[in-house]
């Protein structure tokens, strides 16, 4: 059987625009980033908004500071505004005076369990080691359209469990009990095993973690000038 998995996490955000006020965060369309990881044009994505970044001066912002239990953060998905969930009514519902946001965070963490068969061995993945990033994990780098994490893949889409498919750019932490060690891991993965329970993580976090240490740059960079122009 397959492993528990953690379900992703919804929480709501009420903003209300005061007169010049901005919501301050850009977004785009989920489908065309879920589309370029996965490397297909497959019009079977989920019809959600990502946020792509934060102003640090807008309503989300002071919402964040306010209520760190519940920060939106760059990469998360928004499913709803004001009751509508289609990619035209929640961006309409954007430019509005008063927005009750539904977020969604997929969880970093989760569990691909691949077992091999005669008419299907293969696992159906490359990857590597960049070397930005340690050697401790494995960056998948292709999922290919015949093999078996893609089979896992497909099973997951038919279900809406997008939070559990397997793309481009995601890193293998573990494969069976093998882990911090890229090269170990790299040798468990062809060690052509009839069962591979393989540990992901998402690889937005990274992303994140480099827009925050981004944004926390700039508003140093900010606070700086103003203190050199209020010692002039």
């Known amino acids: 059987p397959a492993p528990p998995q953690e379900p992703p996490s ?3 955000v009420k903003l209300v625009k005061e007169q010049g006020q901005m919501l301050g965060f850009a977004h785009a369309d989920a489908r065309k980033v879920y589309c370029r990881h996965r490397e297909t044009q497959a019009a079977h994505a989920p019809e959600m908004l990502v946020v ?3 102003s640090g001066t ?3 912002d002071a919402f964040n500071a306010a209520h760190p239990h519940k920060e939106v953060r760059p990469g998360d998905l ?7 969930s289609t990619l035209e009514s929640m961006t309409k519902q954007l430019r509005t005076h008063s927005v009750d946001i539904t977020f969604m965070r997929y969880p970093e963490l989760f569990t691909v369990v691949l077992v091999r068969r005669p008419d299907m061995p293969r696992l159906g993945i490359k990857y590597d080691r960049h070397p930005e990033e340690g050697t401790r994990d494995l960056r998948i780098t292709h999922v290919a359209d015949l093999g078996l994490v893609e089979e896992v893949n497909m099973e997951c889409l038919n279900k809406g469990l997008y939070q559990y498919i397997v793309c481009r750019g995601m890193k293998i932490i573990a494969a069976n009990d093998v882990e911090g060690n890229a090269s170990a891991i790299a040798d468990e993965l062809r060690a052509q095993r009839p069962r591979v329970r393989l540990r992901i993580r998402r690889s937005d976090t990274m992303s994140i973690a480099k827009a925050k240490l981004v944004q926390q740059v700039t508003m140093l960079a900010t606070l700086s000038t ?5 010692s002039l």
């Open 58 to 60: 807008g309503l989300l």
């Open 226 to 230: 103003l203190q050199a122009s209020l």
């Open 52 to 54: 792509k970044k934060l």
């Open 78 to 84: 928004i499913v709803e505004v004001n009751g509508e």
């Open 10 to 12: 919804r929480w709501h």
